[in-house]
């Protein structure tokens, strides 16, 4: 079983940035790619960023490219999310979660570990 605790949301005006990071517990996710997602309310949850298991590959929604970056340090058994240049329209709860794979996937259905979340919340 793995247990992932997203942590550095908040409130940030447009324009400006955020850090995301969600530690991982009970064994090591060295072996697995992460994903972050994001809900925003009314909508359903959509795919945000991916990174393989070494942090080889990575990938992106197009709606982030270019502003958001993916990032993980397997020593810390931790996986970051750097939001940069953000809009109103990222703002939502954005979940972090542990594939089943180690190569990297937009699939949730592939994701078999979730976090509970943590409100970004961006005005303009």
């Known amino acids: 079983q793995v247990q992932l605790v997203e942590s550095g949301g908040g409130l940030v005006q447009a324009g400006g940035s955020l850090r995301l990071s969600c530690a991982a517990s009970?064994?090591?996710?060295?072996?697995?790619?992460m994903g972050w997602f994001r809900q925003a309310p009314g909508k359903e949850r959509e795919f945000v960023a991916a990174i393989s298991n070494t942090g080889g590959s990575t990938t992106y929604t197009d709606s982030v490219k270019g502003r958001f970056i993916i990032s993980r340090d397997n020593a810390k058994n931790t996986v970051y999310l750097q939001m940069n240049s953000l809009k109103p329209e990222d703002t939502a709860v954005y979940y972090c979660?542990?594939?089943?794979?180690?190569?990297?996937?937009?699939?949730?259905?592939?994701?078999?570990?979730w976090g509970l979340g943590t409100q970004v919340t961006v005005s303009s």
């Open positions: 979660a542990a594939s089943a794979l180690m190569g990297i996937t937009s699939t949730p259905l592939r994701y078999v570990y």
């Open positions: 009970g064994r090591t996710i060295s072996s697995n790619a």
